[in-house]
């Protein structure tokens, strides 16, 4: 019997549940999370257009950079000022 | 006592005399159950003894008093001492007055590591996972999620504590926080891992280096990970750690053969896997990946060039030891096999340079260039320096916006409409990165292509190597 060290990070990670899903979008506010990558705001513009058609609020972000995580305080302003949020990929 | 050493054997009639005394003698035996031949010996082959006394040299003489406290202690044979000690003049008066002793078998390199494991506090945090008798040891390390693709050494807590025996830092010391998880990980889970990757101790150094440079913020391991481009980190390594840990700048120093070269990026990269929670197909989203995922370091050839190294570049100074960290796929070669005149060489350069990735995409990537002997010794002969040298390349590296824009030439890739009529530089300012590499012969040099550069991506880090 062999012993060794464990080489992970010996966390377990914490399981969160997802949000309730909404039976309507109309009156709520819904945030388009652009990643700052070419031909993101063409979609976010389109489902934009589709949003306002479901009567729900649009509110728009923007990462700095789609090459790192977006900051802190940005993920915080989404989540207390939108009930949903969208966010796009590029190219 | 052991039989190996003349000492013991000399001594072996001087027990038989002690055990005819008036204080109860117990002997034991490190080596050999049947020695000494004039009393009978407890078996110690475990050394389980030998270990929990702390005996160093055979043999040791102890009076051990009727609480089990040791209250006096001799080692080696010394006529006088022994005398001294049992209050018997007459004892070994034949022998020699004095011999040292022979190193005892449970400080032995062979032994002393598992007998720590076994007994020491150890100090080890990590968990102990125990693998059933059953199972393979190799094969179980793959099942549990640990390995690259590549077979693994078993970290068990010998090797662990070997291998912290190559760096003066404490195992509990924090050396970075891993992305993408963001978990603090200590010297003692780099070294679990680097057991894993086939380091030996003396690499943990660079390695430690290594992970502390690919966590930073500007480096931005995350991006890399996370990134559908295949890249990953290239470990440049100067200084005189190259040498001293056997790490190859020659014939075949970007490929296989040597391992310095390649388990000291790949133990990074377990670390990332196994503690940062940076997996293929989790976080890790690369379309095709690149064997710098796997893990990748050279050292610079300092002895061949004349130059100073990229270390020295980056603001290192010579003689320090240093790595470099830089944001690449894998490497493709510069083949120019005709140039004789560092004019004609370095436009060779230019014109494959501006082709990595894409000949229009400018100013996005950094590159590393690595330049070979039979190459270097074009600019060598012309005079040249590693600022001339860079100066003549990036002066060679400037592209007419009109023939990149999208669309022109039928080719939807491309820059704005808007940059039309300008000059531009295929890689920002300090964007590319120059070493010297590879065997004496052969007309041939490398280009590791990047990623997003700067800080919007990656940049560069360069970490000093500490003991």
Known sequence: MTTVLDPTNESTPAIIERATRPESLAGLTVGLLDISKPRGDVFLNRVEERLGALDANVKRYRKPTFTKPAPVDLRHEIATECDAVIEALAD | ?467
Not at chain 2, 195 to 200: P, R, Y
């Open chain 2, 1 to 467: 006592m052991k039989r190996d050493c003349p000492t013991c054997e000399l001594v072996d009639p001087v027990l038989g005399v002690l055990a005819g005394g008036d204080e109860p003698l117990t002997v034991y035996t490190q080596d050999d159950t049947s020695f000494p031949e004039s009393v009978s010996a407890v078996d110690d082959t475990d050394l389980t003894v030998s270990w929990h006394h702390d005996i160093e040299t055979v043999p040791t003489l102890m009076r051990v008093g009727a609480s089990g406290v040791e209250e006096e202690r001799i080692v080696g044979w010394s006529r006088d001492q022994w005398q001294a000690f049992t209050g018997n003049i007459e004892l070994g008066i034949t022998l020699p007055e004095h011999r040292p002793g022979c190193g005892s078998l449970n400080v032995d390199p062979a032994h002393a590591d598992a007998l720590q494991a076994r007994f020491g506090s150890d100090g080890l945090a990590a968990r102990r996972v125990e693998f059933a008798s059953l199972e393979d040891d190799f094969e179980a390390m793959f099942d549990r999620g640990w390995s690259d693709g590549l077979p693994l050494i078993p970290p068990t807590p010998e090797r662990v504590l070997r291998m912290l025996e190559g760096t003066t830092r404490s195992p509990d010391d924090v050396v970075a926080i891993v992305p993408p998880d963001l978990i603090e990980v200590t010297v003692e889970k780099v070294a679990v891992n680097a057991v894993m990757a086939g380091c030996k101790p003396e690499y943990l150094p660079v390695v430690l280096a290594g992970l502390e440079a690919v966590c930073t913020d500007e480096f931005n391991m995350h991006g890399l990970l996370a990134t559908t481009m295949s890249v990953g980190p290239v470990f440049v390594v100067n200084g005189p750690i190259r040498n001293e840990i056997g790490m190859n700048a020659g014939i075949n120093a970007l490929g296989q053969g040597n391992r310095a070269n390649l388990t000291i990026g790949r133990a990074v990269q377990l670390t990332v896997r196994n503690v940062g929670g940076g997996r293929p197909g989790e976080v890790d989203r690369a379309a095709h990946g690149s064997l710098t995922k796997l893990g990748f370091a050279f050292p610079e050839d300092e002895e061949g060039m004349p130059w100073i190294s990229l270390a020295q570049e980056r603001g290192i100074d010579a003689g320090v030891n240093a790595l470099t960290a830089i944001c690449t796929e894998g490497p493709r070669l510069i083949v120019d096999q005709k140039s004789r005149s560092a004019e004609s060489l370095v436009e060779s350069f230019a014109q494959c340079l501006l082709t990595t990735h894409h000949p229009r995409m400018i100013a996005g990537i950094d590159a590393l260039l690595v330049i070979s002997p039979e190459h270097m010794a074009r600019f060598v002969d012309a005079g040249w320096d590693r600022v001339k040298f860079r100066t003549e390349l990036e002066a060679r590296l400037m592209v007419q916006a009109d023939d990149i824009i999208a669309g022109v030439g039928g080719i939807e890739e491309g820059i704005p409409e808007g940059f039309a009529g300008l000059e531009l530089p295929k890689f920002r300012p300090g964007g590319l990165h120059i070493a010297h590499a590879g065997g004496p012969a052969g007309l041939f040099s490398s280009v590791f292509a990047g990623w997003v550069s700067g800080p919007a991506g990656s940049v560069p880090v360069t970490k000093e190597i500490t003991p």
